[in-house]
T-cell receptor, first 115, second 111 residues
Framework: NAGVMQNPRHLVRRRGQEARLRCSPM?????VYWYRQLPEEGLKFMVY????????ESGMPKERFSAEFPKEGPSILRIQQVVRGDSAAYFC?????????????FGPGTRLTVT | GESVGLHLPTLSVQEGDNSIINCAYS??????FIWYKQESGKGPQFIID?????DKRQGQRVTVLLNKTVKHLSLQIAATQPGDSAVYFC??????????FGKGTRLSVIA
């Protein structure tokens, strides 16, 4: 049973470019969460999605960041016009249907470097 | 600010000793708590969880203790091994909120 998959594992973008991060949840999981982690810090919640719906985006910056979880295919975190401050590790987690939060299973992360 | 925090940012222990990692939380409405282990370059890995109707839960070599009176959570690792070296995060939530993570404690095991 494959775990949460994320790609790419490493992404380098120049300032002003777009970054697209993909996450495929565990089989049977319908809840997806995105977190951001700076070096030597904890994970910060960004957004929580179910299929075709954004449930909670309270942790998402108001500009340049967007997320989707379409009916078919992976969840996508999109960062437009990246800046150096966007450099971080971005983790996706998934959980089965049921209560919000609870035990979440994390992917290996995408490390974004903005040059 | 964070609703979950840790008392000790780093912890060094001798191989074979027991480790105790502490965590304080501020949201009295939280009813679910998790400990995660994160090794360098990897995603967080689930270790053990506990619900607020319990005060202790044991796993393999790990025990989580919950003290709701003082809003304190701890992770005990028995007979610490080099493979336990990692950053450990506590996280909490209630029924309607995503997980909130603490800043983490780095555990270093001395062989």
């Amino acid at each position: 049973n494959a775990g949460v998959m994320q790609n790419p594992r490493h992404l380098v973008r120049r300032r002003g470019q777009e970054a697209r991060l993909r996450c495929s949840p565990m089989k049977g999981h319908s809840h997806v969460y995105w977190y951001r982690q700076l070096p030597e810090e904890g994970l910060k919640f960004m957004v929580y999605l179910q299929k075709e719906n954004i449930i909670d985006e309270s942790g998402m910056p108001k500009e340049r960041f967007s997320a989707e979880f379409p009916k078919e295919g992976p969840s996508i975190l999109r960062i437009q016009q990246v800046v150096r401050g966007d450099s971080a590790a971005y983790f996706c987690a998934s959980s089965p249907p049921g209560r919000v939060g609870g035990e979440q299973y994390f992917g290996p992360g995408t490390r974004l470097t903005v040059t | 600010g964070e609703s979950v925090g840790l008392h000790l940012p780093t912890l060094s222990v001798q191989e074979g000793d027991n480790s105790i990692i502490n965590c304080a939380y501020s949201n009295s409405a939280s009813d679910y708590f998790i400990w995660y282990k994160q090794e360098s370059g990897k995603g967080p890995q689930f270790i053990i969880d506990i619900r607020s109707n319990m005060d202790k839960r044991q796993g393999q070599r790990v025990t989580v203790l919950l003290n709701k009176t003082v809003k304190h959570l701890s992770l005990q690792i028995a007979a610490t091994q080099p493979g336990d070296s990692a950053v450990y995060f506590c996280a909490e939530n209630n029924r309607n909120t995503p997980l909130v993570f603490g800043k983490g404690t780095r555990l270093s095991v001395i062989a």
